[in-house]
T-cell receptor
Framework: DAGITQSPRHKVTETGTPVTLRCHQTENHRYMYWYRQDPGHGLRLIHYSYGVKDTDKGEVSDGYSVSRSKTEDFLLTLESATSSQTSVYFC???????????????FGAGSRLTVL | AQSVAQPEDQVNVAEGNPLTVKCTYSVSGNPYLFWYVQYPNRGLQFLLKYITGDNLVKGSYGFEAEFNKSQTSFHLKKPSALVSDSALYFCAVRPRGYSTLTFGKGTMLLVSP
């Protein structure tokens, strides 16, 4: 997980409260992603960023927003947390596609969020 | 829309035996294909990828994967399993020209001593 850190690693919160998860990278990579992992669903993309202030929605973006004001930081916000957002959240980074076109994702260690 | 299917929730194999973890995909064109592994309480780690060329791709820790275009499959294999290979394995696909990966639901590999 070198070069990418997530915080907090664990959080318990109550329904209706806002929550922000932070992803920080030291690799100067262009692309950053937020996934959630749930049993029976694997990893599903929430939002991703392809540059500072450039973001786009993923498969399960409802209830989530993101911001990227600096290359190194990608924030995921749950405006009003619900129990269905209890999950493990993973940030990932990758560089430009390059000649091969097949950039590899590097994942953070994950943030476990419990919404009561 | 692209999709990835891992038909087995769990694969059990004895140490020293060969293992196969299955993956099929549905995507237009020729995709990039990936395998990742997740150990308990850790993030995913890259194992190997298929871009083009030789259908047999070799990766980390002695793993390899075989790309079969006609069957749209990308099965993960290892000739001799180790107990330490026990983990959750994810297949993923990225269509050419896209920036995002689509993952399968994962297959738990359990290698018994």
């Amino acid at each position: 997980d070198a070069g990418i850190t997530q915080s907090p690693r664990h959080k318990v919160t109550e329904t209706g409260t806002p929550v922000t998860l932070r992803c920080h990278q030291t690799e100067n990579h262009r692309y950053m992603y937020w996934y959630r992992q749930d049993p029976g669903h694997g990893l599903r993309l929430i939002h991703y960023s392809y540059g500072v202030k450039d973001t786009d929605k993923g498969e399960v973006s409802d209830g989530y927003s993101v911001s990227r004001s600096k290359t190194e930081d990608f924030l995921l916000t749950l405006e009003s947390a619900t129990s269905s957002q209890t999950s493990v959240y993973f940030c990932a980074i990758s560089g430009d596609r390059g000649d091969s076109g097949a950039n590899v994702l590097t994942f953070g260690a994950g943030s476990r969020l419990t919404v009561l | 829309a692209q999709s990835v299917a891992q038909p087995e929730d769990q694969v059990n194999v004895a140490e020293g035996n060969p293992l196969t973890v299955k993956c099929t995909y549905s995507v237009s064109g020729n995709p990039y294909l990936f395998w990742y592994v997740q150990y308990p309480n850790r993030g995913l780690q890259f194992l190997l990828k298929y871009i083009t060329g030789d259908n047999l791709v070799k990766g980390s820790y002695g793993f390899e994967a075989e790309f079969n275009k006609s069957q749209t499959s990308f099965h993960l294999k290892k000739p001799s399993a180790l107990v330490s290979d026990s983990a959750l394995y994810f297949c993923a696909v990225r269509p050419r020209g896209y920036s995002t990966l689509t993952f399968g639901k994962g297959t738990m590999l359990l290698v018994s001593p």
